[in-house]
Every structure is written in structure tokens, then in C-alpha cells.
Nanobody, 126 residues
Framework: QVQLVESGGGLVQAGGSLRLSCAAS????????MGWFRQAPGKEREFVAA????????YYAGSVKGRFTISRDDAKNTGYLQMNSMKPEDTAVYYC???????????????????WGQGTQVTVSS
């Protein structure tokens, strides 16, 4: 099992930036993917971005592509989600997740992830 702890959420104005962190512990991450998901009030949880930890391949939801960047620091066992040009519709609770993967896979379904963080609130004001 992988333990995940998110940090970095908060309140930001539209057009601003935030960086979320997800510290992982419990296992080596070399055969995992890390994903970021978000859930807005009254809506289902949705995929945001994923990174294949071993090879660094990434994949983004269309709504954030070009504005958000997912990355990882292997030495710190920490993943990041850099969010730029933020919009009010980015307001949600953001979750990081870990799941076993192979090859260059960057899973986009929440069912492919086994371990989840507690979530961090991100609010974008207009």
C-alpha cells in the first residue's frame, strides 16, 4: 500500500497559479503511475492528469492541457501538479492517486488507482 499526502491547495484569483504536492511513502514508485483527479460540488470526480513514474510520460484532460503540468521528483518520492492560468471552473477538491502500471501507461480511470490521498481544496475566485 502507498500512503499519499497532498498539500498546496488554497484560494487564488482567476489567472493565478498554484502548485499541489503529493508526497508518497510505503513503496518504491518505479512501477506506478500517479494521477490527479478533482471533484467539484455536485459533480463526479474527474481525471485531471497522470504521469508514469518510471518513464515520465504524461497525459492531461483536455480542460487543463496547456495550463497544468504534472511532474515528479524521484529523489523526494513526490509528485506535483503546477496549475497556471486558473479559472473559476477549476474550483474543486483535488486528489492524488497511485496505481500500478506497466510500460508507458498513464491511466485515466479512477478504477485503475488503488491508493488515494485525503484531498486538498482549491478555490479560484473570479
Amino acid at each position: 500500500q502507498v500512503q499519499l499526502v497532498e498539500s498546496g491547495g488554497g484560494l487564488v484569483q482567476a489567472g493565478g497559479s498554484l502548485r499541489l504536492s503529493c508526497a508518497a511513502s510505503g513503496r518504491t514508485f518505479s512501477s506506478y503511475a500517479m494521477g490527479w483527479f478533482r471533484q467539484a460540488p455536485g459533480k463526479e470526480r474527474e481525471f485531471v492528469a497522470a504521469i508514469n513514474w518510471r518513464v515520465g510520460s504524461t497525459y492531461y484532460a483536455g480542460s487543463v492541457k496547456g495550463r497544468f503540468t504534472i511532474s515528479r521528483d524521484d529523489a523526494k518520492n513526490t509528485g506535483y501538479l503546477q496549475m497556471n492560468s486558473m479559472k473559476p471552473e477549476d474550483t474543486a477538491v483535488y486528489y492524488c492517486a497511485a496505481g500500478r502500471t506497466t510500460g508507458w501507461d498513464t491511466p485515466t480511470s479512477e478504477y485503475e488507482y488503488d491508493d488515494w490521498g485525503q484531498g486538498t481544496q482549491v478555490t479560484v475566485s473570479s
